[in-house]
């Protein structure tokens, strides 16, 4: 079953033009094919769910690192910045990756037609970890690809497929874990909820407090389980989404590294340098000559992927 989703991606891909990451006529699904490894990149990634049909990635959530292989899939339960690398492709044998964006409201709905699902319970869990894609979600997946072409039957079946890999996600192994990311009633949710109110406002100066506040937890409490679901503390998640997003505004619209150091929060340029240097290796004038030449493989890719962030 593995092999028929490998040739289900390598017939998509050899069909394509461009550069990978491949568009598809299912707006918030990718395929992505490297046919030799890649230095590591940072993204925003989130929510999804990227399954590994051949090779092999890693990526890193604050001081996590987690890899995946083939016939497993890495889920991501909500926004954060991370650093992915493919480590495993060849000419002979691309690494495929197949991403698709997890809906949170498509699961939540699955979820009231499971009678045997219990509501999570607890603490929050990880929030980003690594599920076997084998089975029945391989099954699936391999229909998602077929699919591509006739997209004209896209509207009526996408939906279907998607709610079969709900339900087997949170049927199976990984079904807590899925549920404490996706459901309403999850424990995680509280602090979902402030780290959305985080990421809608991060160039502002934010008090620990008052995220808390917004979790309904003490600022004790919502800093340790912000850290278990994200393996970051709170100011180091916006720290670097303010990282990231002066990197894009650097690449995509030209302005200079003091213009996107203000317009992401900073107010001190060489606080700013050190700490853009210690997250991407470079201080942003030499960072930026390494990425100009690729600048419009960039932008289409930030443009391809504003509602579908890739790991």
């Known amino acids: 079953m593995l092999q028929d989703l490998v040739e289900a991606m390598l017939d998509f891909t050899d069909r394509q033009t461009g550069a990978s990451p491949y568009p598809t006529p299912i707006e918030t699904l990718i395929i992505m094919r490297s046919d ?6 940072h993204r925003l990634s989130g929510p999804v769910l990227c399954v590994v049909a051949q090779g092999a990635k890693w990526a890193t959530f604050g001081d996590d690192r987690l890899e995946y292989r083939a016939g ?5 339960g909500f926004e954060t910045p991370s650093i992915g ?10 690494c495929l990756v197949l991403a698709f964006a997890l809906d949170h409201a498509i699961m939540r709905s699955v979820a009231t037609q499971i009678d045997t699902l219990s ?17 029945p979600l391989l099954d699936c997946a391999v229909r998602l690809v077929r699919l591509l072409d006739t997209p004209a039957a896209i509207p009526a079946l996408y939906p279907l497929i998607m709610r079969e890999i709900c339900y087997w996600l949170l049927t199976g192994p990984q079904g807590p874990d899925i549920a404490r990311v996706a459901l309403a009633s999850s424990p995680s949710q509280p602090v979902i909820d402030a780290m959305r109110s ?19 937890l003490s600022p004790s409490a919502f800093h340790r389980q912000f850290k278990a679901l994200t393996s970051l503390t709170p100011l180091q998640y916006q720290k670097q989404l ?6 894009r505004l650097m690449v995509t619209t030209s302005v200079n590294a003091e213009t996107a150091a203000f317009e992401v929060g ?6 700013f340098s050190r700490e853009y240097t210690r997250m991407f290796g470079a201080p942003p004038k030499r960072d930026l000559k390494h990425l100009l030449p690729a ?13 579908l962030q890739l790991v």
């Open 72 to 76: 497993e899939a890495l889920v991501v």
């Open 242 to 247: 303010r990282l990231l997003e002066a990197r």
């Open 198 to 216: 985080l990421r809608e406002r991060f160039a502002e100066p934010v008090r620990i407090e008052d995220l808390a506040q917004i979790a309904h």
């Open 266 to 271: 900073y107010e001190s340029a060489s606080q």
């Open 36 to 41: 030799h490894p890649k230095p590591p990149t």
């Open 119 to 135: 509501p999570p319970t607890g603490e929050v869990g990880r929030g980003v970890f690594v599920a076997d894609f084998r089975g």
């Open 295 to 307: 600048n419009g493989e960039l932008t289409n890719e930030r443009a391809r992927t504003d509602d």
């Open 85 to 94: 690398r493919v480590i495993k492709a060849s000419p002979d044998k691309p």
